[in-house]
């Protein structure tokens, strides 16, 4: 028999918010002058740690992950498409 507490450490869902939390935490030590001493090169880290939030979130907790094959295609899609816009129009514009 399991108690609650074990079960929730256990879940993936758990694992998921803890991974989501230390990316908000490294984005917030990149942004705040630490780590690369390049403005354009933390931006551009902070930006993909944002995007892979992104997935996360729509994977996970709008469960994306066993949604049809098409429409997590769309979502991949999306944004992959989405970060790379944004990040050239950054890095170009």
């Given amino acids: 028999m399991t108690t609650p507490l074990i079960s929730l450490v256990k879940a993936r869902f ?6 989501l939390v230390a990316a908000t ?3 917030f030590w990149l942004g705040t002058d630490h780590g690369l001493s ?3 090169a933390r ?3 902070i930006m993909l740690v944002a995007f892979i939030k992104v997935r996360f979130v729509g994977l996970y907790f709008m469960e ?6 098409v429409l ?3 979502f991949e899609g999306y944004c992959l498409v989405v970060c790379a816009m944004i990040l050239g129009f950054y890095l170009f514009g």
């Fill in 64 to 69: 994306l992950r066993d949604a049809p094959h």
């Fill in 14 to 19: 758990t694992a998921v918010w803890l991974v």
């Fill in 38 to 40: 390049s403005v354009e």
């Fill in 72 to 74: 997590r295609g769309l």
């Fill in 25 to 27: 935490l490294i984005s």
């Fill in 43 to 45: 931006t551009v880290l």
